[in-house]
């Protein structure tokens, strides 16, 4: 009934950038947060950032000044703009989103697939 598909992950270079993109789509009434998280080998998912529906943003510690997030209300869509990449940051990043739908118009957490991020040094 609702759909998150990411994209814009990728192999670089460290120091290098990339943009994610997750969208979502079917029976969409409104979607509250967009977060994206990412999990490395052998560690725990990680909250990156989040954008809440007034817009309002917060970074992990990780990510503060490097990355920024965004969000396109009209297109149902989140970015993460991605600067000066580490090889830290490597991972499979996911995309959730709180949507209400249009069957139970009740909030439900929805995750995307997941995108592969590798940063080489």
């Known amino acids: 009934q609702v759909q998150l598909v990411e994209s814009g992950g990728g192999l670089v270079q460290a120091g290098g950038s990339l943009r994610l993109s997750c969208v979502a789509s079917g029976r969409i009434f409104s979607i509250n947060a967009m977060e994206w998280y990412r999990q490395a080998p052998g560690k725990q998912r990680e909250l990156v950032a989040g954008v809440s529906s007034g817009g309002s943003t917060n970074y992990a510690d990780s990510a503060k000044g490097r990355f920024t997030i965004s969000r396109d209300n009209a297109k149902n869509t989140v970015y993460l703009q991605m600067n000066s990449l580490k090889p830290e940051d490597t991972a499979v990043y996911y995309c959730?989103?709180?949507?209400?739908?249009?069957?139970?118009?009740?909030?439900?957490?929805?995750w995307g697939q997941g995108t592969q991020v590798t940063v080489s040094s």
């Open positions: 959730r989103f709180k949507i209400r739908d249009t069957v139970s118009l009740v909030y439900k957490d929805y």
